[in-house]
């Protein structure tokens, strides 16, 4: 992962987060620097520091040479890049623009404002969708369990832990889970021991209980199945003698 500083020759306004590999990326603004462009301001304005990969983009894309540009195949090519990527071509460029005086700079992690580094101690590393809620869980080891909206769309975590993506129009920042879901005793290893101590498979019931795999199959109706061939270990003992 790489991060740069979006400034100019005395101001740090964000901070931009780029897997060279997914080709993913974010920005966080530095909410500690109160003379901001205005694009940042107005996320500020509404209480939102993080730009997701959407609006991250629309930001890129006002500062670069758009993809309908006559010679853009030549530009490529002296850039050394093999195809059209708007993150690509704002890094190559190192930010510049001729809209203002702001650059990119490259830096470490250790580089990074310090509430910047607080708060990424949030970043999500895992979550657990129930009806209408979710357990999330954050790199700090505190759990927080969220109310979300009925009938969405099955949710992912993207790359960096600072989001989880419903859709375009619903998307769940770490920041927003972390300050308003209500606090959960439960933690990320409580779900993991859970699931090595109580989800078998065929070949995990066979082996403990000596059931043959047939004799699954046959009681199979009366279990409930977690996922393909997944039992929880409960279940198989409630239903084995009977």
Excluded at 11 to 22: K, S
Excluded at 126 to 154: R, Y
Excluded at 180 to 185: A, E, I, L, P, V
Aim: hydrophobic share 35%; proline share 1%.
């Amino acid at each position: 992962m790489k991060i740069y500083e979006i400034r100019n020759k005395n101001l740090i306004y964000a901070y931009l987060f780029f897997d060279f590999n997914t080709k993913n990326y974010y920005i966080e603004i530095n909410e500690d620097n109160e003379c901001q462009p205005i694009f940042f301001k107005l996320f500020l304005n509404n209480n939102k520091k993080i730009l997701n990969n959407y609006w991250t983009n629309r930001f890129i894309s006002e500062r670069i040479i758009p993809y309908e540009r006559q010679n853009i195949g030549n530009i490529l090519k002296e850039n050394n890049i093999s195809y059209y990527s708007e993150i690509l071509m704002y890094v190559k460029s190192m930010g510049k623009s001729s809209m203002d005086d702001s650059f990119l700079k490259e830096i470490k992690e250790d580089d990074l404002n310090k509430n910047i580094k607080k708060r990424r101690k949030h970043l999500i590393i895992d979550f657990m969708l129930l009806k209408n809620k979710m357990i999330v869980f954050f790199k700090n080891n505190k759990t927080k369990i969220i109310n979300i909206e009925e009938n969405s769309n099955i949710p992912f975590l993207s790359s960096f832990g600072e989001e989880i993506i419903f859709d375009n129009n619903y998307r769940l920042d770490y920041e927003y889970v972390y300050s308003h879901g209500k606090k959960s005793d439960l933690t990320y290893n409580d779900l993991i021991n859970y699931m090595k101590l109580n989800l078998y498979n065929s070949h995990d019931i066979e082996e403990e209980y000596n059931i043959s795999r047939q004799y699954v199959n046959k009681i199979n109706q009366r279990l409930i199945k977690i996922k393909n061939n997944i039992y929880l270990k409960n279940d198989i003992m409630l239903n084995k003698n009977n």
